[in-house]
């Protein structure tokens, strides 16, 4: 199994910013994909950001040009930095991945996707 931790949540004065972590962790995988979702109060889950391996950074047109996601393999680690952040931003910001994972009744990988448990982004007015 893969796991998801993020941090690096908290309260913000709009304006201001602040840099979430995600760090996947568990054995015989390989990240394909990572990205930032949010869901604030009231309102469906949205992509925020996306980087794929090899891939150009995807971004939602509400963050383009405040956030700025990336991602070091080694650590199998993905950054959001955001800035500027408006009141509007407030919501829990979910990590995700995807994945290939090794299957041992098969013998070799399999796709997988994880959620992290997220982090309350708030940013006051």
């Known amino acids: 199994q893969v796991r998801l931790v993020e941090s690096g949540g908290g309260l913000v004065q709009a304006g201001g910013s602040l840099r979430l972590s995600c760090v996947a962790s568990?054995?015989?995988?390989?990240?394909?994909?990572m990205g930032w979702h949010r869901q604030a109060p009231g309102k469906q889950r949205e992509l925020v950001a996306e980087l794929a391996n090899e891939g150009v950074p995807q971004y939602a047109d509400s963050v383009k040009g405040r956030f700025t996601i990336s991602r070091d393999n080694a650590k199998n680690t993905v950054y959001l930095e955001m800035s500027s952040l408006k009141p509007e931003d407030t919501a829990v910001y979910y990590c995700?991945?995807?994945?290939?994972?090794?299957?041992?009744?098969?013998?070799?990988?399999?796709?997988?996707?994880?959620w992290g448990q997220g982090t309350l982004v708030n940013v006051s007015s």
């Open positions: 995700s991945a995807q994945y290939s994972i090794f299957a041992e009744d098969v013998g070799d990988y399999r796709p997988g996707a994880k």
């Open positions: 568990g054995m015989y995988f390989k990240i394909e994909s």
